[in-house]
């Protein structure tokens, strides 16, 4: 092992059924440094993490731990808590009906009697060491999301952790929250802890950390000291482009993007969520397509669920055709004509169990009434319609859409929506894990809609996309709009100057 390491993973390959998931990663983690692990989705941080923590096993490569003689064995997660590597999840794994103790000493204590005086003592004296401002006594659940972190991070550093992985801690905290678990983090680093801190925040990267390892498409970009590494070049490694990749891609899919004038057929002015999005305002002309960029994690899709009512709106207006209307659900939103495809196809999208035709006419029938039936023969021909007009591969309008591709089952979604004649329609990912024929055609068709008049606001990871098919674009960078890009400004270098912030 290299001197000062406390961790090395050399030559890490992890494959599923058709997918390379990791290929050859090597990855250092020194004692008493804070390592940002830094990728888009689909980059293969999660799979690192749990190759280390033994959720996975790995196909090839070693890990080596000090004190550990050779290359250690790691085939479950107690196999890598023995081996003094701790692991908080963004989700509270906790037990909130337990006091703070309770859960820092839970499948800890042995013998059949607990001793309640010495647990409470020994749990009081980690959490004054670590500044951590919660009772031992006290129930978890009247804690803040902050404190609870805390304490997750408390039960680690006792079982005397060499390694401590900390899988977005941030993601559900609020500013003051965020310092005070990096108050935590720092000393923790000054104690000779070994930090790996995996975010989608790149304030909260140069703000903590000392080192970052980037990954992309399951292979090693490359490691970087923090100074050495300009925000704007962090964004072009994780994206896997060059700020000089200037080609002209508008036009590639058979159509240009495209820009309206006239007045708004929607606009939101100081719109913030539960989901925690920054007040942002917004507006979408008649036939316009424009969209929100960043990063993932950034805060795009929680925008457009805050329009649509899928989220719990906090604060601001909204306008359609200059009215002012209230969306407190989305039921609210279909009924003033915006559909939704959303991100998450499988969670969010499909009713997996349901047919292909009852897919398409889900949002129709909502819209309708449940009082009020869709004939079979009206069912029929609607599914009939779009099945042949988006050239949906499918055996019949009965097969179970669960059985479809991907991208089939995207087309379905989206065929839910125009067979509500939406006068907006935003659309999350339409293009996610589906093949490039079918990404060229969804574009298309958007192009085509927005050409009829249809409003339509596209996200996309994929910036070639997003400049394909949008006019305008709004850059998200935490959770905030940074900036808005029209005309000559609409290109990759700005684009990913902006994400970025922070440099000349």
């Given at each position: ?252 899919s058979g159509g240009e993007a495209i820009s309206r004038e006239g007045a708004p057929v929607l606009e939101a002015q100081g719109l913030c969520s539960s989901a925690g999005i920054k007040p942002f305002d917004f507006s979408i002309r008649r036939g316009e397509v424009n969209g929100f960029t960043g990063l993932l994690g950034s805060g795009r899709s929680e925008c457009v669920r805050a329009i649509f009512g899928a989220d719990h709106v906090t604060g601001g207006t909204v306008k359609m055709d200059g009215k002012e209307v209230k969306i407190k659900k989305p039921l609210d939103a279909m009924k003033l004509g915006i559909g939704y495809l959303p991100e998450d196809r499988k969670g969010d999208g499909i009713v997996g169990d349901l047919s292909v035709r ?147």
């Amino acid at each position: 092992m290299q001197e000062g390491a406390v961790l090395e993973m050399r030559g890490i390959c992890k494959y599923f059924p058709g997918v390379r998931a990791l290929q050859d990663v090597d990855f250092t983690l020194r004692k008493g440094e804070i390592h940002a692990l830094m990728g888009e989705n689909g980059a293969g941080k999660s799979t690192l993490i749990k190759v280390l923590t033994g959720v996975y096993p790995k196909d090839g490569g070693e890990v080596h731990i000090e004190g550990v003689d050779g290359p250690a064995v790691i085939r479950s997660p107690q196999d890598a808590q023995n081996a003094g590597i701790s692991t908080v999840y963004q989700e509270i794994t906790l037990c909130p009906n337990l006091s703070v103790a309770e859960n820092m000493y839970i499948g800890r204590t042995k013998g059949a009697v607990t001793n309640w005086r010495k647990m409470n003592s020994g749990a009081g004296k980690i959490l004054e060491s670590l500044g951590i401002p919660a009772s031992p006594t006290q129930q978890l659940g009247t804690c803040s999301i902050a404190v609870q972190q805390m304490v997750a991070i408390a039960r680690a550093v006792d079982m005397e952790c060499k390694v401590l992985i900390l899988d977005e801690p941030t993601s559900s905290l609020d500013e003051q929250e965020v310092q005070k678990l990096f108050g935590l983090m720092r000393d923790l680093r000054a104690k000779g802890v070994g930090i790996i801190f995996v975010t989608h925040f790149l304030e909260q990267v140069y703000e903590v950390c000392d080192r970052i390892t980037v990954l992309r498409d399951g292979q090693l970009v490359g490691e970087y000291v923090i100074e050495a590494l300009p925000r704007v070049q962090l964004v072009s490694k994780m994206l896997g482009k060059e700020l000089d990749d200037m080609a002209d891609i508008k036009g590639e899919s058979g159509g240009e993007a495209i820009s309206r004038e006239g007045a708004p057929v929607l606009e939101a002015q100081g719109l913030c969520s539960s989901a925690g999005i920054k007040p942002f305002d917004f507006s979408i002309r008649r036939g316009e397509v424009n969209g929100f960029t960043g990063l993932l994690g950034s805060g795009r899709s929680e925008c457009v669920r805050a329009i649509f009512g899928a989220d719990h709106v906090t604060g601001g207006t909204v306008k359609m055709d200059g009215k002012e209307v209230k969306i407190k659900k989305p039921l609210d939103a279909m009924k003033l004509g915006i559909g939704y495809l959303p991100e998450d196809r499988k969670g969010d999208g499909i009713v997996g169990d349901l047919s292909v035709r009852e897919n398409i006419i889900l949002a129709y029938q909502v819209m309708k009434g449940f009082f009020r039936p869709i004939s079979r023969a009206q069912a029929e021909a609607f599914a009939d319609n779009y099945i042949k007009l988006l050239e949906i591969k499918t055996a019949s309008a009965d097969t179970p859409i669960k059985s479809l591709s991907g991208g089939n089952q995207q087309k379905c979604i989206l065929a839910r929506w125009l067979l509500t004649d939406p006068k907006y329609l935003i659309l999350d990912e339409p293009t996610r894990g589906i093949d490039i024929g079918t990404k060229i055609e969804i574009q298309k068709l958007v192009l085509r809609l927005a050409e009829k008049g249809t409003s339509a606001t596209f996200i996309s990871s994929e910036i070639d996309e997003m400049l394909r098919t949008c006019s305008r674009l709004i850059v998200m960078r935490d959770r905030k709009a940074v900036g808005e890009l029209s005309g000559e400004d609409l290109t990759q270098t700005k684009i990913m100057a902006t994400i970025a912030g922070g440099d000349e």
